[in-house]
């Protein structure tokens, strides 16, 4: 499928010049969605983003651990209709590390927010997959922007309770700060029978393609560090405590096979803002998206109409 890439800022190009170009080679060639690719400074960090289409911005941002590999099939698609922008999280595949090193929840927000300040990107709706779809909504709490709908896709909303977070919390903190974790857990992942059995925790089944790209990633050692670091930062509680003041329509769509979030929880988030809808698939788990990404397309389409005017969205 061919796609319009969007062209990059022109009063972009300049400052990150030299760091983009860089940066660039070190996205292989056979990258999906490489002819989209590109680097953008902004926040104080080296970002890699995909843009193409035109039309309404959409918003993608994917969850822990994974890329924007994993829209690898819905972001072409969605070019259609829309102007989409993907990137990869701070410290995830081949974006850099923000100064501050922060991984928590109110810091990766503020940075992403910073990306779309310099790209001039204002996303008419936004969709965020697992621990990204709490990137989103914190930004559209904190009024960073204005989407008319947010689509959350096995949205990780739910924070970790009792006692599961007094052991949880401490000891991704010492793994994250421990060189040498990263560094094995990375060598591990270059055994594909052991990729394949955490992508099986998931509840999805990926094709093969998709196991190697997830391979690839997990056995780079900064990207591991990254994810380490994320998982032992994350506190939903503040969030989960606004959620009620959500004006934005909100719509989950429920894998009934995650083995990741479980697929409940979607209720308990739907109870707490008005208006929410939940959309539940019964064959497909934690990476719906990538399991039947013509699936998803279909239902983001109709969550984020992009026909509408921005004030009838």
């Known amino acids: 499928m061919s796609f319009r890439v969007a062209p990059a800022n022109p009063s ?47 918003l993608l941002v994917h969850g822990t651990a994974a890329s924007t590999h994993t829209w690898r099939e819905m972001l072409p698609a969605l070019a259609e209709s829309y102007d989409v922008l993907a990137m990869d999280l701070p410290g995830h595949a081949y974006s850099g590390r923000p100064p501050h090193r922060s991984m928590a929840l109110p810091s990766l927000a503020a940075a ?21 779809a709490a990137i989103v909504l914190r930004m559209v709490l904190d009024g960073v922007i204005h989407p008319s709908a947010v689509v959350g896709l096995n949205a990780a909303l739910m924070p970790f309770g009792g006692g599961l977070r007094t052991l949880f919390v401490p000891l991704a903190r010492l793994l994250a700060n421990t060189h040498l974790i ?22 999805s089944t990926l094709d093969e393609a998709g196991i190697m790209l997830y391979q690839r990633l997990l056995s780079r050692e900064r990207h591991v560090e990254a994810v380490l670091s994320m998982m032992a930062s994350w506190d939903l509680r503040p969030l989960l405590r606004e959620l009620p003041a959500l004006e934005t329509p909100l719509h989950l769509i429920v894998g009934a096979r995650d083995k990741a979030v479980d697929p409940g929880e979607a209720a308990s988030i739907a109870a707490r803002v008005g208006g929410a809808r939940v959309i539940r698939l019964d064959d497909l788990g934690h990476l719906a998206h990538e399991e039947n990404a013509e699936l998803l397309v279909d239902l983001v389409r109709q969550s984020c109409p992009s026909t509408a005017s921005p004030a009838d969205a």
């Open 112 to 132: 992403l927010a910073g990306l779309l300040r310099q790209e001039r990107f204002s996303p008419r709706f936004a969709v965020g997959h697992s621990a990204g």
């Open 12 to 58: 972009l190009a300049a400052p990150a010049a030299a760091a983009s170009r860089q940066a660039s080679c070190s996205v292989p060639d056979d990258w999906p969605n490489r002819r989209a690719s590109r680097f953008v400074d902004a926040a104080g960090m080296g970002w890699h983003v995909q843009r193409a289409g035109s039309g309404p911005g959409l």
């Open 182 to 203: 990263p560094r094995f857990l990375a060598r591990r992942a270059g055994e594909a029978d052991s990729v394949r059995r955490m992508l099986k925790g998931t509840g």
